[in-house]
C-alpha cells in the first residue's frame, strides 16, 4: 500500500536557501562538447568550460590526462595533444561532478555556415529517397546550431551532435553533408560538420561589431541600425500588428470560403536589437560559442541578402573581413575558408551583359580569393531560374570537396574551374587566359557562347570566342579596337565554358569600369 504524501506549508525564502545550501557544484562543458561528436585530428585540440570557482578539472581521453583550475569566473581550460583519427572514444571530465562523453571520433572538423542555401537540409534535395537510403554512415556527425541572436558575443550556444543514419540525415544541412561525405569516403576517416547557420541573414550579422565599427564603408549601415533601434516603439508596433492581423482574419476568412490559400499571417514586429539581421548579431550568438572548438576549417554558403538588400558592392570587402575575423576569433592561423559563388538564377540571359547586384556578388566573391588560403565553387550552371534555393547540392558539396581535397588535403585532384587570370591585345582579339584548366578548356555543347566584347566606348556585343590550347580566343565583326571582355555577365547567363574535369569557369570580366550597382534598401 502506498503510503500518502504529507504537504507541508513552508516559507518561500527558507525554500530558496535550502536549494541553494543543497544544489551541489558540477563542472559544464559548452554544447559543442557532447556524445558523438568529432574532434580535429592531427593538431591540439582545446577542451573547456565551467566549474566552481578555484575548482579542479580532470580531462581524460584515449591515454591523455589533462588537469585544470577554474580561475575567478568558474572558466577553465585544457589543451589535448594531437591524436590519429578514429575512435569510438570516451572523454571524462571530473571536477566537483562527473561528465562522461560516449562514441567521441576523432577525425576531420568544419565549420558550416551561411544563410538558406546552407541551412537547406537532405530532405528538400534531388533525390531525398536515395539519399536516405544510402545514409549509413555513422562516422559522419553533425551539429546543428540554435537559430539565436544576440547583442553580445556569448559563451555558449544550443545545439546537439547527430549520428548521420537514413532516420537522421533528413535534417543535415545538404551542403555540408554532401560536402562531408566527399571527404569522408576520400580520406577514410570520421568527418564532424558544424551548421550553424539561419535563412535570409546578411553577411554582416556573422561578423564582430568592433571591426564593423572601424570600416568607414559600412558608417551608414550602422548608422541605419542604430536609428531602427532608436525609433523602435513596442506599443506602437503592437497597435500596428493588431490592425494587420484583424485584415488577414478577413481575408483567410475569404479565402477559406472561395476555396483558396490563405494569404500570410503577419507577423509581430519585435525589438531591432534581436534582428538576425542587425550586424554581430549571429556572430555573437552564434559563432562566438563555438571558437576555439578545433576545426580544420570553413565553409560559406550567403550572399543573397546581400545582393538584393543591401550594398552588393560592399560583398567582397565584408566577406574578406568576416574571414580575418573568424580566423582571429579561433587563433588556429589562416585555417582554410572556401565558399559557394552565387548560382545563376532569375531570367536566362538575353542581352550582351545584364549587371546586377547578383552579378556584382559573385564578382566580389570572385575578387576574395585575393585572400589567402580561400577557395570558392563555381555553381553558375547548376541553379534554377525561379527557385534562389537550388535541389542539386550535391554537386554543390562536392566542388567545395575537390577544393579542399586539392588545396588541404594534397590530393591530385582538379580544385575548381577555369578561374581567370590575364588577357592580352593583338590586332582585333583579345586572348583571354586562365587558372585551373584541369587538362584543357573545352565548350560544353560544342559552342563555346557567354562571351560579350566592347571596345573605348564601352558598349558591349556578343563575341565569337575559340578555344586555342589553354585560352580563349575572342573577337567580334563589330569591334574593330576591342577594349574589354565579360564572359557570363548575367544574373542567370550563357555558360559554356569548362575544363576537362567537368568544372565551370567563373563569370569574370577583364575590364575594371565602373558598375552601378542597384539602389540598396536599408
Not at 292 to 305: C, F, K, L, M, V
Not at 336 to 359: A, C, D, I, Y
Request: aromatic letters at 8%; a positive charge; proline letters at 6%.
Amino acid at each position: 500500500m502506498r503510503r500518502a504524501l504529507t504537504v507541508r506549508t513552508v516559507p518561500a525564502l527558507l525554500i530558496v536557501a535550502c536549494a541553494i545550501a543543497a544544489a551541489p557544484a558540477e563542472v559544464k562543458l559548452p554544447a559543442v562538447f557532447g556524445e558523438h561528436m568529432v574532434l580535429q585530428r592531427s593538431i591540439a585540440v582545446p577542451i573547456w568550460g565551467w566549474e566552481t570557482a578555484g575548482g579542479k578539472v580532470t580531462v581524460s581521453i584515449a591515454g591523455q590526462t589533462r588537469t585544470a583550475t577554474a580561475d575567478a569566473k568558474g572558466k577553465w581550460s585544457v589543451k589535448l595533444d594531437a591524436m590519429e583519427a578514429g575512435g569510438p572514444h570516451v572523454i571524462k571530465v571530473v571536477g566537483s561532478s562527473t561528465v562522461e562523453l560516449a562514441d567521441v571520433m576523432v577525425g576531420e572538423v568544419w565549420l558550416c555556415s551561411g544563410q538558406s542555401n546552407m541551412a537547406m537540409s537532405v530532405r528538400g534535395c534531388n533525390d531525398y529517397q536515395q539519399e536516405q537510403a544510402a545514409a549509413n554512415l555513422p562516422k559522419i556527425r553533425m551539429m546543428t546550431v540554435a537559430r539565436t541572436p544576440a547583442e553580445t558575443p556569448q559563451e555558449d550556444c544550443k545545439g546537439t551532435w547527430a549520428v548521420c543514419s537514413p532516420q537522421t540525415v533528413g535534417g543535415f544541412s545538404a551542403t555540408a553533408y554532401f560536402f562531408g561525405r566527399k571527404l569522408h569516403k576520400d580520406l577514410g576517416v570520421p568527418v564532424g560538420l558544424i551548421n550553424s547557420s539561419w535563412g535570409g541573414t546578411p553577411v554582416q550579422s556573422w561578423t564582430c561589431i568592433e571591426d564593423q565599427q572601424a570600416e568607414a564603408k559600412l558608417a551608414e549601415l550602422m548608422a541605419n541600425w542604430k536609428k531602427q533601434i532608436e525609433a523602435y516603439d513596442p506599443a506602437a508596433a503592437k497597435s500596428r500588428y493588431e490592425k494587420q492581423l484583424a485584415a488577414w482574419q478577413e481575408k483567410a476568412k475569404a479565402a477559406k470560403a472561395a476555396g483558396k490559400r490563405a494569404p500570410r499571417r503577419p507577423r509581430l514586429a519585435g525589438s531591432p536589437r534581436l534582428s538576425s539581421h542587425r550586424p554581430a548579431n549571429l556572430y555573437n550568438g552564434m559563432i562566438a560559442p563555438l571558437a576555439p572548438y578545433a576545426i580544420r576549417g570553413g565553409i560559406w554558403y550567403q550572399g543573397e541578402s546581400n545582393a538584393g538588400r543591401y550594398n552588393s558592392s560592399l560583398y567582397g570587402m565584408q566577406l574578406a573581413m568576416m574571414i580575418r575575423n573568424w580566423r582571429r576569433l579561433w587563433g588556429q592561423g589562416d585555417f582554410p575558408f572556401e565558399w559557394v559563388q552565387l548560382p545563376n538564377f532569375r531570367t536566362p540571359q538575353k542581352e550582351p551583359v545584364e549587371t546586377s547586384g547578383w552579378v556584382i556578388v559573385q564578382e566580389e566573391m570572385l575578387k576574395t580569393l585575393k585572400v589567402p588560403n580561400t577557395g570558392m565553387a563555381v555553381t553558375i550552371d547548376i541553379g534554377m531560374a525561379n527557385n534562389i534555393h537550388p535541389k542539386n547540392k550535391q554537386d554543390v558539396g562536392k566542388r567545395l570537396a575537390l577544393w579542399a581535397l586539392a588545396k588541404t588535403y594534397g590530393r591530385d585532384v582538379v580544385a575548381c574551374g577555369p578561374l581567370y587570370k590575364s588577357m592580352s591585345k593583338s590586332g582585333g582579339r583579345i586572348t583571354v587566359t586562365f587558372d585551373h584548366v584541369g587538362g584543357g578548356l573545352l565548350a560544353k555543347g560544342g559552342r563555346l557562347e557567354g562571351f560579350a566584347l566592347a571596345g573605348p566606348d564601352k558598349k558591349f556585343v556578343w563575341a565569337d570566342a575559340k578555344i586555342e590550347g589553354d585560352k580563349v580566343v575572342v573577337s567580334s565583326a563589330e569591334v574593330k579596337d576591342p577594349a574589354a571582355v565579360r564572359y557570363a555577365w548575367a544574373a542567370n547567363p550563357k555558360c559554356t565554358l569548362f575544363n576537362k574535369a567537368g568544372l565551370p569557369a567563373s563569370p569574370f570580366r577583364t575590364d575594371n569600369w565602373d558598375l552601378t550597382p542597384p539602389t540598396p534598401q536599408k
